[in-house]
């Protein structure tokens, strides 16, 4: 047990795939423009990355090292596309909003690092731990980002007007460069915090 | 609806193609092999893998290349820590233990007790500064105190005390960056087991030194004569020891008059007045 | 496709939807690898090399195996599949027959397999539908726009070693930052269009 | 399953390092891929018709709203444009009224598909934009009512203002996102065109 929490709270705060690790930062600055993106985009990798991992540390013995990229990456694609479609079938509108960002999942650096050097060489259960708190620790920093860029840059929380009328929306936080502003000084935030507290 | 073909076809093609490409590779792995120290692999498989580039190297199968040809220490990779650096001792054959752990060590002592050419206000960097005119410092050996071994180095072991910079043996992993960034090449690497050091690294004679630094090295040989193993020496004005030789003792850091002989086994004696 | 709309595809590319900084595919790399200018170099020549020559796999695989079996769901799976392969095999061929360029690129090539970059060019090619030609220019320009990106913030990165930034923006958050500076200017670009 | 595999393992064939190599790595790799293809195959399968059904559902939803209480036919069209997708013909009370074209502009980040209603006398009756992947903030907000409502009831040819609309046929562009308005315009535009070249063809 002390062991999944200790990687709870490794992947949301001391090891967070965003903020420490610099992984999967393509899909941060890009979907975090509004609660909804982020939510859909952060519970869709979290399920690809438990999926893949369970079935990598699954196959690690069987999978040669020379063809080992390549059958990982064929495996994530394989559950990618499996949930695009559903998505579609199933919940068409957030499909629609995240266009083409849920195949670049599959090239997401989170979910083929978390492979590479999680479950490769751990057992099934561990990994698939691995997978969720490393895709909630994505989830968190996607969601303080939205939050941020949302808020400042439209004026509104999750579709919802929020900031008084006279307010005049910071429309570069929409725009490409506000994701680079906002995640350097989120993450310098966290540093100064992870510093603080040692 | 869920009919035989739609789940054939696709396996089908798909599957050709994972056998075309598996195929490619297969052969071409064989024709083009390329005969390659094993130990490369087995190293970059303990790497952590993230190919982030703390180290300095460009990933980690290029950190394992440098670490198999011995150009770069077993514990330089930061993510790793001492767990990686064991398991790459063990497969390199070298105990992590016995090579000894190295240390940086800053061979100048000067700092505020060296007298100043000028007020240097440029930027705050070393190799900045000795391009204005040699450096602000009369002396054109010392330690400029500007920081820029403290700035590269990544695992905080040096710190600026009272304008000279200091190396923190606890923290230090011997990766070489303050080594290669001083402009004056005053750190060295030296095993940590060694405790007497002499803190100048000036060849300047005893009178031109006394009126610029008061805690230099005046070439005055008293500790060459008191040393029982012969282990220090003054040549060209500076007394250095010989680490292989040196057995600690101390004899030498007694019998200088300035004081500059640092022994780390006592407290670090006073400056000279 | 006449002169004209080729030079829109490669100017769109490099400039105006500039793969780093308006479109945000392959920012791992680009940060992770943009310490030094020479290693960006490496670093930019092997993602034009590789995306170059993915873009002109993926269009013929798209347009003679997945489009006549009616498998478009399936171009993520073989799209990347492809690039895996094709990545490492490059990566043997060169290791064996050039030494020199693969110690220059080296350690980069497999880098680019997880750089969202060459997938995304790939799907935009299909999403355009660009016939060949139009996939390996729109491919190299892509590319050399990454490129640009990449060199122009290591030789900033290089000189941000000697700024005295707060303790908590060294390293990664004054890249962001001078990344987001870099991507205010491109969008200078928006505005630019070719009839 | 070794036993088995004993005479193979030692024919002349299997004694070539080659196809060792090849066995060893492609195997994996081919097992692999034929498992997720197959699965994907199922998947889509399932969700094909599916996914089909909620597009056709989603342009009568659109249709209906431009041209209220009328039956679309859809008919094949001949589309030199290249962005043309479908083009249904709107009967209501049993006389024509109107056309609806659903057309796919290339917009900033992506393809942008819009059904333009138009009158039977060419006038745009009111325009949907089905699907539309654009920043949201701004190339997303070409689907608010009142910029959307800007096209009713135009002819000619459209041209977009950065600020003020000045003349008969002009639309105002959405602030910070002219590229996404352009390419509405230019959808809407070629909606016009095609239905003012095959009005004929159709009412008879």
């Given at each position: 047990m002390k062991g999944i929490v200790k990687q709870f709270k490794e992947g949301l705060l001391t090891n967070n795939p965003v903020f420490v690790q610099f992984l999967g930062m393509c899909s941060t600055m890009a979907i975090s423009i509004n609660i909804q993106n982020a939510l859909g985009m952060g519970l869709a990798a979290t399920a690809v990355l438990i999926c893949s991992n369970a079935v990598i540390s699954l196959l690690r013995k069987v999978i040669p090292a020379k063809v080992r990229i390549a059958s990982y990456i064929v495996i994530v694609a394989g559950f990618v596309t499996a949930i695009d479609l559903l998505m579609q079938a199933y919940l068409p509108d957030l499909s629609e909003s995240l266009g083409v960002f849920i195949p670049l999942i599959v090239v997401n650096c989170i979910i083929l690092a978390r492979a590479e050097a999680f479950a490769s060489k751990n057992k099934v259960l561990p990994s698939a731990i691995d997978g969720l708190t490393m895709g909630l620790g994505f989830t968190f920093a996607l969601l303080i980002m939205s939050t941020i860029r949302e808020i400042l840059g439209s004026g509104t929380l999750a579709g919802v007007q929020v900031m008084p009328d006279g307010y005049e929306p910071v429309m570069l936080l929409i725009l490409p460069a506000g994701g680079f502003l906002t995640l350097g000084c989120l993450v310098a935030l966290f540093q100064k915090i992870m510093k603080r507290r040692g | 609806m869920l009919s035989i073909s739609s789940v054939l076809i696709p396996a089908a093609t798909l599957g050709a193609m994972g056998l075309f490409f598996g195929a490619l590779l297969a052969v071409s792995s064989k024709l083009f092999h390329v005969a390659q120290d094993p130990r490369i692999g087995e190293v970059t498989d303990t790497l952590p893998g993230a190919n982030c580039g703390g180290c300095g190297y460009a990933g980690c199968a290029n950190l394992a290349e440098a670490i198999v040809a011995g150009k770069a220490p077993v514990s330089s990779c930061p993510v790793g820590g001492p767990p990686v650096a064991e398991k790459i001792a063990a497969i390199m054959g070298v105990e992590a233990g016995d090579v000894g752990r190295m240390v940086a060590h800053v061979n100048c002592r000067g700092g505020d007790n060296a007298k100043r050419k000028y007020q240097y206000q440029g930027m705050k960097d070393c190799l900045s500064a000795s391009k204005v005119a040699g450096g602000p410092l009369e002396c054109t050996y010392g330690c400029l105190g500007l920081g820029s071994c403290v700035k590269v180095c990544k695992y905080g072991a040096l710190h600026i005390e009272n304008g000279v910079a200091v190396v923190d043996a606890k923290k230090c992993v011997a990766c070489g960056a303050c080594a290669s960034v001083c402009p004056r090449h005053l750190i060295s690497m030296v095993s940590d087991k060694q405790d007497v050091f002499v803190s100048c690294s000036s060849h300047l004679r005893g009178t031109e030194l006394r009126r610029i630094c008061n805690i230099g090295c005046i070439g005055c040989m008293l500790c060459q004569k008191a040393c029982p193993s012969g282990a220090i020496t003054v040549t060209d004005n500076l007394a250095s020891i010989d680490y292989d030789k040196c057995t600690n003792c101390g004899a030498c850091a007694a019998a200088c008059p300035r004081k500059l002989i640092v022994n780390a086994s006592e407290s670090a004696p006073q400056a000279a007045q | 496709m006449s002169g004209s709309e080729l030079f829109s595809i490669a100017l769109g590319a490099i400039l105006i939807n500039n793969f780093i900084f308006s479109r945000f595919l392959g920012i791992c790399p680009f940060l992770g690898v943009s310490k030094k200018v020479e290693t960006a170099t490496g670093m930019g020549m092997a993602v034009i090399f590789v995306i170059t020559v993915a873009s002109a796999a993926t269009y013929v695989l798209n347009e003679f195996i997945l489009v006549p079996l009616e498998l478009e769901y399936m171009q993520t799976v073989a799209f990347i599949l492809v690039i895996a392969s094709l990545v490492q095999f490059v990566e043997m061929v060169l290791m064996k027959l050039m030494p020199a360029l693969y110690q220059a690129l080296g350690i980069y090539l497999p880098l680019i397999t997880t750089n969202c970059a060459v997938l995304g060019v790939a799907l935009l090619n299909v999403q355009n539908d660009y016939n060949f030609v139009e996939s390996v220019l729109f491919g190299f320009t892509a590319a050399v726009g990454f490129t640009l990106a990449i060199i122009l913030l290591a030789s900033i990165r290089e000189r941000l070693e000697f700024a005295d930034e707060p303790e908590c923006f060294k390293g990664f958050p004054i890249v962001l930052i001078t990344s987001g500076l870099l991507a205010i200017a491109f969008m200078g670009f928006q505005g630019l269009s070719i009839f | 399953m070794n036993k088995a595999l004993q005479p193979l393992k030692q024919s002349k064939f299997m004694q070539n390092p080659y196809v060792q190599e090849i066995v060893k790595l492609a195997l994996p790799l081919l097992?692999?891929?034929?498992?997720?293809?197959?699965?994907?195959?199922?998947?889509?399968?399932?969700?094909?018709?599916?996914?089909?059904?909620?597009?056709?559902?989603?342009?009568?939803?659109?249709?209906?709203?431009?041209?209220?209480?009328?039956?679309?036919?859809?008919?094949?069209?001949?589309?030199?444009?290249?962005?043309?997708?479908?083009?249904?013909?709107?009967?209501?009370?049993?006389?024509?009224?109107?056309?609806?074209?659903?057309?796919?502009?290339?917009?900033?980040?992506?393809?942008?598909?819009?059904?333009?209603?138009?009158?039977?006398?060419?006038?745009?009756?009111?325009?949907?934009?089905?699907?539309?992947?654009?920043?949201?903030?701004?190339?997303?907000?070409?689907?608010?009512?009142?910029?959307?409502?800007?096209?009713?009831?135009?002819?000619?040819?459209?041209?977009?203002?950065?600020?003020?609309?000045?003349?008969?046929?002009?639309?105002?562009?959405?602030?910070?996102?002219?590229?996404?308005?352009?390419?509405?315009?230019?959808?809407?535009?070629?909606?016009?065109?095609?239905?003012?070249?095959?009005?004929?063809?159709?009412?008879?």
């Amino acid at each position: 047990m002390k062991g999944i929490v200790k990687q709870f709270k490794e992947g949301l705060l001391t090891n967070n795939p965003v903020f420490v690790q610099f992984l999967g930062m393509c899909s941060t600055m890009a979907i975090s423009i509004n609660i909804q993106n982020a939510l859909g985009m952060g519970l869709a990798a979290t399920a690809v990355l438990i999926c893949s991992n369970a079935v990598i540390s699954l196959l690690r013995k069987v999978i040669p090292a020379k063809v080992r990229i390549a059958s990982y990456i064929v495996i994530v694609a394989g559950f990618v596309t499996a949930i695009d479609l559903l998505m579609q079938a199933y919940l068409p509108d957030l499909s629609e909003s995240l266009g083409v960002f849920i195949p670049l999942i599959v090239v997401n650096c989170i979910i083929l690092a978390r492979a590479e050097a999680f479950a490769s060489k751990n057992k099934v259960l561990p990994s698939a731990i691995d997978g969720l708190t490393m895709g909630l620790g994505f989830t968190f920093a996607l969601l303080i980002m939205s939050t941020i860029r949302e808020i400042l840059g439209s004026g509104t929380l999750a579709g919802v007007q929020v900031m008084p009328d006279g307010y005049e929306p910071v429309m570069l936080l929409i725009l490409p460069a506000g994701g680079f502003l906002t995640l350097g000084c989120l993450v310098a935030l966290f540093q100064k915090i992870m510093k603080r507290r040692g | 609806m869920l009919s035989i073909s739609s789940v054939l076809i696709p396996a089908a093609t798909l599957g050709a193609m994972g056998l075309f490409f598996g195929a490619l590779l297969a052969v071409s792995s064989k024709l083009f092999h390329v005969a390659q120290d094993p130990r490369i692999g087995e190293v970059t498989d303990t790497l952590p893998g993230a190919n982030c580039g703390g180290c300095g190297y460009a990933g980690c199968a290029n950190l394992a290349e440098a670490i198999v040809a011995g150009k770069a220490p077993v514990s330089s990779c930061p993510v790793g820590g001492p767990p990686v650096a064991e398991k790459i001792a063990a497969i390199m054959g070298v105990e992590a233990g016995d090579v000894g752990r190295m240390v940086a060590h800053v061979n100048c002592r000067g700092g505020d007790n060296a007298k100043r050419k000028y007020q240097y206000q440029g930027m705050k960097d070393c190799l900045s500064a000795s391009k204005v005119a040699g450096g602000p410092l009369e002396c054109t050996y010392g330690c400029l105190g500007l920081g820029s071994c403290v700035k590269v180095c990544k695992y905080g072991a040096l710190h600026i005390e009272n304008g000279v910079a200091v190396v923190d043996a606890k923290k230090c992993v011997a990766c070489g960056a303050c080594a290669s960034v001083c402009p004056r090449h005053l750190i060295s690497m030296v095993s940590d087991k060694q405790d007497v050091f002499v803190s100048c690294s000036s060849h300047l004679r005893g009178t031109e030194l006394r009126r610029i630094c008061n805690i230099g090295c005046i070439g005055c040989m008293l500790c060459q004569k008191a040393c029982p193993s012969g282990a220090i020496t003054v040549t060209d004005n500076l007394a250095s020891i010989d680490y292989d030789k040196c057995t600690n003792c101390g004899a030498c850091a007694a019998a200088c008059p300035r004081k500059l002989i640092v022994n780390a086994s006592e407290s670090a004696p006073q400056a000279a007045q | 496709m006449s002169g004209s709309e080729l030079f829109s595809i490669a100017l769109g590319a490099i400039l105006i939807n500039n793969f780093i900084f308006s479109r945000f595919l392959g920012i791992c790399p680009f940060l992770g690898v943009s310490k030094k200018v020479e290693t960006a170099t490496g670093m930019g020549m092997a993602v034009i090399f590789v995306i170059t020559v993915a873009s002109a796999a993926t269009y013929v695989l798209n347009e003679f195996i997945l489009v006549p079996l009616e498998l478009e769901y399936m171009q993520t799976v073989a799209f990347i599949l492809v690039i895996a392969s094709l990545v490492q095999f490059v990566e043997m061929v060169l290791m064996k027959l050039m030494p020199a360029l693969y110690q220059a690129l080296g350690i980069y090539l497999p880098l680019i397999t997880t750089n969202c970059a060459v997938l995304g060019v790939a799907l935009l090619n299909v999403q355009n539908d660009y016939n060949f030609v139009e996939s390996v220019l729109f491919g190299f320009t892509a590319a050399v726009g990454f490129t640009l990106a990449i060199i122009l913030l290591a030789s900033i990165r290089e000189r941000l070693e000697f700024a005295d930034e707060p303790e908590c923006f060294k390293g990664f958050p004054i890249v962001l930052i001078t990344s987001g500076l870099l991507a205010i200017a491109f969008m200078g670009f928006q505005g630019l269009s070719i009839f | 399953m070794n036993k088995a595999l004993q005479p193979l393992k030692q024919s002349k064939f299997m004694q070539n390092p080659y196809v060792q190599e090849i066995v060893k790595l492609a195997l994996p790799l081919l097992i692999i891929t034929v498992i997720v293809a197959g699965v994907l195959g199922g998947v889509n399968a399932i969700t094909a018709d599916k996914i089909a059904e909620l597009a056709v559902q989603k342009t009568q939803q659109a249709m209906s709203g431009i041209i209220p209480g009328a039956q679309f036919e859809q008919v094949d069209f001949t589309d030199e444009s290249g962005i043309i997708n479908e083009v249904y013909t709107a009967t209501s009370g049993g006389e024509y009224a109107g056309m609806c074209i659903r057309v796919s502009p290339n917009g900033f980040s992506n393809v942008i598909e819009i059904i333009v209603g138009i009158s039977p006398e060419n006038t745009v009756l009111g325009i949907e934009i089905v699907s539309s992947s654009e920043t949201s903030g701004l190339g997303s907000r070409a689907s608010e009512d009142e910029w959307r409502a800007q096209f009713v009831g135009k002819t000619g040819p459209l041209t977009v203002q950065k600020n003020t609309a000045t003349g008969e046929n002009d639309i105002v562009a959405i602030t910070g996102a002219t590229i996404t308005s352009r390419a509405v315009a230019e959808g809407v535009q070629t909606a016009l065109d095609y239905a003012a070249a095959h009005a004929a063809e159709v009412t008879e």
